[in-house]
């Protein structure tokens, strides 16, 4: 089975903040969001999951807590930003 790569860029008490590593050949993180939520879930507990695309546009990951529930715009800070 072929899984999304990503990179975790900041681990908050409240957020998990990733980058989609968009592989040739692998799903991309939009294509495999069921799956990275239940990895991060179980990872991390029930923070909110923020992702960059491939295209360099944030975005999140809703989630009930148990499972991917849809996408959402992110327009909050990033950690890009707090490290300029």
Sequence with gaps: MRRASYTELAITPGAVFIV???RPGLPSVTNDAERLV???LAAYGER???Y???QGEWAE???TGIQFRRFASYT???P???AA
């Design 48 to 50: 909110r999951i923020i």
């Design 20 to 22: 989609d590593r968009c």
């Design 38 to 40: 239940e990895q991060c």
């Design 76 to 78: 909050d800070r990033t």
């Design 61 to 63: 990951l809703l989630h």
């Design 80 to 82: 890009d930003e707090e």
């Design 52 to 54: 960059r695309d491939s």
